[in-house]
Structure formats: structure tokens, C-alpha cells
């Protein structure tokens, strides 16, 4: 029997499909993508009031439970005991609590004084007094039983607030300015376009499966203050010479453990077509994006493979039937993005940034915080995409008795360098898939290093960021601060492992002292326990206020120099 050598070698291997619905058909092609189109995520909303409330944590479905629950904002909490890195190697029952974390949506950080104690009395009663303020301008809460959730809704959406879609593989909280509206230097309001697309789209069936999470970030102000960078679609305010104020639209950021961050399309986004654009990259997220592959699944990913002249492309031509107009970039900032301290309106009242270590707080803080703002004539404030808050309105002579009061409650709008500028993610606490614990471990460092670094403190820049992280999956923009801390067992030198984290130096995203974002550098082999953690970043800060140039920054610095100056064995120059 002959073989057909020409034709052997020249056939091609077959490419292997990516999952993307309008190249590839809508065929599940893993777990995930089966359970969700099984039933859509938005429908598990009626079982947890209908049946799970009523018979229980062990009445759940696994797929709503590790699946579609996350459609109405929450997770299984980390079981207390359970050591780090378990999940890899534990089926998920051994690692779940029968609790959740509860994430309330707040789209734009906008409350009033009335959610906040809400929200304040729910965790009191519902969620062991826990709170976290987080970088994506949620609170979240924990302890929350499966029984207790339709009540909390009940009570959340009573004051108009809600949990829908604030996890799963659909369009999250879309962040916004802290200072939308009020700013007296702001390009263009964005709440109506906010508010628009939150009512237009959130909750919609149709948008409710993606390929994975869709993040947003929307912002007129010109500091940049939504970290738009690593947002899969995000809106900065611009002033286009013919057109006047509106927004540069960037597409495809996104961290995690593949760092990329978004591209300009070029474009210019007038705010009555603002909503539709969303709508249009949104959908085309949704048919192209890949879906085989859950860590290839982010929209980033699809970018890097077409570049943003072809997607560019597609939503003209497929989604919005026209031809969208070009547009400027948007200026280097000249004001700080975080908003922190006291700041005069457009109005003439003020606002005022505070800062709650690391977002930790609790139910009844913000019960306290309600008081304290209606007492001075505030009833409205913002959660910040950096774990802060900002308070509006308030009257110029209540300014300085607010600010008193606020320090008193630990929320101090005058604060150290360190407790400005340090963040961290949920850690092993409560999270799964954290190794080491993080939100104790940053207030522990940021109360020793104002400390230490007290007879420098005169020296010290605006902004110096330290973001720690539990697990490499970078909920806390390591890759994206001056030092930036991933979590890792490190081995103690008898055989076992300690807590310790790898070091990412000199990321950044655009503020008033760098006029573009860019990732942090690694240093081979540099890593600390998390005890030897304050020396480290004592000793670094020293070295960088002792050898930098005039003017420079510490990203700037760390990029410079040579790795020895990095690492913590080294000595100083």
C-alpha cells in the first residue's frame, strides 16, 4: 500500500478552537463554560431565597455554590485552619467555610450617609462587625451565612444599593471618580454615563455570560483617579479642540499573574455615546473573547492577539455601525489621584480624603462615620479605588472639627506617607487562594516604618506606594507599586516554610510624579519573610532618600540602580 507523501507533508495541525462564540460556535468547552450555559448565574438569586436560605449550606448545588453565586457577590469564604496553599492540593469542600464574603456593588463609590449606616448595621448583625473598604470601591463583608442573605438584600436594595454582578464573569463595579461632579477642576462629570450604564446593562441576561470578570473605569477628572489602566475598558476625561470636553477610550488592562496594561483605541467618546461604546467593546468581549482556556479568558488577551487597530475595527463595523472620531491623548496629571486631605469644591463647600489603614474597617465604624458626617452637615461621600474614603460637602466651617473628629476615629485626613499610600488585599484570613496573611501584616509595618523613618519624614515624597498581596494573583496591583509584596512560602532553613513575599520595585500608574504607567522590575532570588519585612523596607527607603537625584522619584530611582542597592543583604552605597 502507497502513502501520499505530498500530502502528508503538506497538511497543517489543525488549530485548536479558543472558545470565541462568533468564530468558534457557543459549545462549551470546559466546566465552567457548561454551567453557565446550563443556566444562566442571574437565576441562582431565586434558589438562595427559595430553597438555600431556607434549608441550609448543605442543600447547595457545587455549581451554584463555586459558580453562579459569585453572579450575586458571593464566595465561600477560607475555612479557619485550612494551611496555606491547601487549595492546590484539597478537594474545594475541605477549604470552604459554610459562610460567605458578601460584596456590596457601589458603582462610582457613591454613598450616602444613609447606605453607609445601612451597610454599617447589616455587618453588626449579620457579618460579625467586619468591613473592608476595597480597590475596586466595594465593601466587602464576611461571616455571612447563606440564611441571612435575602434579608441583607432586602435591606441593601431598600436604600437602593445592591450585590448584582458584583463577581463572576460579568460586567463588575464600574469604578468612577471619587471627586465626580464636585471637583472644581474636573474635565467632565461622568455620573449620568455611571448611572446610565448601570441601569441599561447590569443585571442584563445578555451581558451575564463573558468569557471571564469585565472590569470598567470611568473618570472626567484630570489625575487620572480610576487606575485606568488595568481596566479591561475605561474612560478618561479629554478636551478635544473641536469638540470640547470628553473621554480617551483604552481597552485591555489587566493584571493578575500575566500583567498587561490597556491601550489607547484613539478615539473620542462624546457622553451621550458614552454608554453605547461600553456596550459595544462589551459585546464584542463577550463573542470574541476567548473561553477554552479560564487563564487565558480576560480581555487583554484578546487585544494583545488583534492590537487595538483591529479592535478598533470590529466595534465600528459590528457593534456601533459607524465610524467613531479621533481623538487627543489625555495630559500628564498635575494633581494627586488619591485625593487625600482637605479640598474646596466647585461649590465652595469641601471634601475631604481619609484614610482607613488598608481599608480595614468595621460595621461599626461605619455606623460611627454616618453619625460623624450628618453631625457636620455631610450626608454624601465616596469609596476610592486605593481602599480610601472621601467625604463631600462639607460646610468650610465645620472643615477643621471634622477633620479632628475623623483622626479620632483612625481615619486620619493628614496621614503618614506609608499609611496614604499602602494597600492590601483580603490575604489568608479569608481568601482560598492566599498563602500568606496581609491586611494585619501592612498595619503592623506601616505603624513600625512611621516609627523608624520619623526623623525622615520631612524627606519623604507625596507618595511613596507599598501594595502586599497574598498569592500572586495581584488583587492589590503588586506589579503596579513602588514595592510591591506577592505572597510565597519561603523555606526557614529547617525543612519547612515560612511566610514571606517576592519583591516587585518601581511599578507605577499614572499621578501627578510620572506621566505614564509601567510595571515593576523583579530582582533575581529577592524575597523577605514577612519578619524580616519592616527592615527591608526601612533599609530600602534609606537608601533611596540617600542616593536619589534631585527630583527623583522611587521608581524612578530603583529602575536606576544597580541590584545591589535592591537587595537586603546588600549595603548601602
Same mark, same amino acid.
Not at 473573547?289 to 465600528?316: H, Q, S, V
Not at 450626608?379 to 463631600?392: F, G, N
Given at each position: ?16 478552537? =479558543?472558545?470565541? $462564540? @462568533? ?8 466546566? =465552567?463554560?457548561?454551567? @453557565? ?20 449550606? %448543605? ?82 463583608? *464576611? ?9 441583607? $438584600?432586602?435591606?441593601? #436594595? &431598600? ?25 472644581? !477642576? ?42 485606568? #489602566? ?5 474612560l478618561v476625561g479629554v478636551v478635544h479642540p473641536d ?6 477610550? $483604552? ?35 463577550? !463573542? ?6 479560564? =487563564? ?8 494583545? #492577539?488583534?492590537?487595538? #487597530? ?32 482637605? *479640598? ?8 475631604i480624603g481619609i484614610t482607613p489603614t488598608v481599608g ?17 452637615? &455631610? ?6 479605588? *486605593? ?17 479632628a473628629a475623623l483622626a479620632d476615629l483612625g481615619l ?45 519624614? !520631612? ?9 502586599? =498581596? ?87 530611582? &530603583?529602575?536606576?540602580? %544597580? ?11
Open positions: 500500500m502507497s502513502t501520499d507523501v505530498s500530502a502528508v507533508s503538506t497538511r497543517r495541525p489543525q488549530k485548536r478552537p =479558543n472558545g470565541q $462564540w @462568533k468564530i468558534d460556535g457557543t459549545e462549551p468547552l470546559n466546566h =465552567n463554560e457548561e454551567f @453557565k450555559q446550563d443556566d444562566n448565574g442571574l437565576n441562582v438569586r431565586e434558589r438562595i431565597e427559595t430553597i438555600y436560605s431556607k434549608q441550609g449550606f %448543605d442543600s447547595i448545588d457545587q455549581d451554584d455554590l463555586r459558580g453562579r453565586f459569585r453572579w450575586w457577590g458571593l464566595y465561600t469564604q477560607r475555612r479557619p485552619g485550612v494551611p496555606a496553599g491547601a487549595h492546590n492540593s484539597l478537594p474545594p469542600e475541605e477549604v470552604d467555610d459554610k459562610y460567605f464574603m458578601l460584596r456590596v456593588r457601589i458603582d462610582g463609590g457613591a454613598l450616602t450617609t444613609e447606605q453607609l449606616r445601612v451597610i454599617g448595621e447589616i455587618s453588626r448583625e449579620f457579618a460579625r462587625d467586619t468591613a473592608d473598604v476595597t480597590d475596586r470601591q466595594n465593601i466587602q463583608l *464576611h461571616w455571612v451565612a447563606v440564611e441571612d442573605v435575602p434579608e441583607i $438584600w432586602r435591606r441593601l #436594595e &431598600s436604600v437602593g444599593l445592591g450585590t448584582t454582578e458584583a463577581c463572576g464573569d460579568t460586567p463588575r463595579v464600574i469604578l468612577g471618580s471619587p471627586v465626580a461632579g464636585i471637583a472644581a !477642576d474636573e474635565i467632565i462629570d461622568p455620573t449620568p454615563v455611571i448611572q446610565e450604564i448601570a441601569q441599561l446593562y447590569i443585571g442584563d441576561p445578555e451581558l451575564a455570560n463573558l468569557p471571564r470578570k469585565y472590569k470598567s473605569a470611568i473618570t472626567g477628572h484630570p489625575s487620572q483617579d480610576v487606575v485606568h #489602566e488595568i481596566n479591561d475598558f475605561a469638540h470640547g470636553p470628553g473621554y480617551d477610550l $483604552w481597552v485591555g488592562g489587566g493584571l493578575s499573574t500575566n500583567a498587561r496594561l490597556a491601550e489607547r483605541l484613539g478615539v473620542f467618546v462624546r457622553q451621550e455615546e458614552a454608554a453605547e461604546v461600553w456596550h459595544a467593546v462589551t459585546q464584542t468581549f463577550r !463573542d470574541y473573547g476567548f473561553r477554552r482556556l479560564r =487563564n487565558k479568558a480576560r480581555l487583554k488577551f484578546l487585544l494583545a #492577539e488583534w492590537g487595538p #487597530e483591529k479592535f478598533r475595527r470590529i466595534i465600528e463595523d459590528e457593534y456601533l455601525g459607524r465610524r467613531l472620531t479621533d481623538g487627543p491623548a489625555p495630559a500628564a496629571p498635575d494633581t494627586p489621584g488619591d485625593h487625600v486631605g482637605v *479640598h474646596r469644591q466647585k461649590d465652595g463647600k469641601f471634601y480595614r474597617v468595621s460595621g461599626t465604624l461605619l455606623v460611627q462615620l454616618a453619625d460623624l458626617l450628618e453631625k457636620h452637615g &455631610s450626608h454624601r461621600l465616596r469609596t476610592t479605588p *486605593h481602599q480610601k474614603l472621601v467625604v463631600l460637602d462639607l460646610p468650610e466651617k465645620e472643615v477643621e472639627a471634622a477633620s486620619d485626613p493628614r496621614p503618614s506617607v506609608f499609611r496614604r499610600s499602602t494597600i492590601a488585599c483580603t490575604g489568608i484570613e479569608f481568601c482560598k487562594l492566599a498563602i500568606v496573611e496581609t491586611k494585619t501584616t501592612a498595619a503592623r509595618t506601616i505603624d513600625a516604618l512611621e516609627e523608624r523613618l520619623a526623623d525622615v519624614a !520631612d524627606q519623604m515624597p507625596v507618595r511613596l506606594t507599598l501594595h502586599i =498581596n497574598g498569592c500572586p494573583n495581584s488583587c492589590a496591583r503588586i506589579q503596579t507599586a513602588d514595592i510591591g509584596l506577592k505572597g510565597q512560602l519561603l523555606p526557614d532553613g529547617d525543612g519547612g516554610t515560612s511566610p514571606g513575599f517576592q519583591v516587585h520595585l518601581g511599578g507605577g500608574l499614572t499621578f501627578v510624579d510620572r506621566d505614564e504607567a509601567g510595571l515593576g522590575r523583579t530582582v533575581r532570588g529577592l524575597k523577605v519573610t514577612a519578619e524580616e519585612l519592616v527592615d527591608y523596607v526601612e533599609l530600602l527607603v534609606r537608601r533611596y532618600l540617600a542616593g536619589r537625584q534631585t527630583g527623583e522619584t522611587f521608581a524612578r530611582w &530603583s529602575h536606576r540602580v %544597580d541590584e545591589s542597592e535592591l537587595q537586603k543583604e546588600a549595603e548601602p552605597a
